[in-house]
C-alpha cells in the first residue's frame, strides 16, 4: 500500500482507473521512480503534470 505523502497519486489514479470500461484491458507501464525536475516540468507541463519535483521527492529520495 502506498505511504500517506504519495496517496494522492494513487488517489489520481484509481479514479482515472475507475472511468475505463471494464471490458477494456489496461495496462500502466512507468517508471514511478523518474523524477522530474522543475525546469522540464515548466516547458513539458502537459505531459507530465502537476507532480514535478525539485531535488527530493516526498519520500525523501
Not at 3 to 27: I, R
Not at 29 to 35: G, K, L, S, T
Not at 49 to 56: L, Q
Amino acid at each position: 500500500m502506498a505511504n500517506t505523502t504519495s496517496y494522492p497519486f494513487y488517489a489520481d489514479l484509481q479514479t482515472t482507473l475507475d472511468k475505463v470500461p471494464k471490458s477494456d484491458m489496461v495496462l500502466i507501464i512507468d517508471d514511478f521512480n523518474a523524477r522530474i525536475d522543475v525546469q522540464q516540468h515548466t516547458t513539458s507541463s502537459n505531459v507530465v503534470g502537476p507532480r514535478a519535483v525539485d531535488t527530493i521527492n516526498e519520500n525523501g529520495e
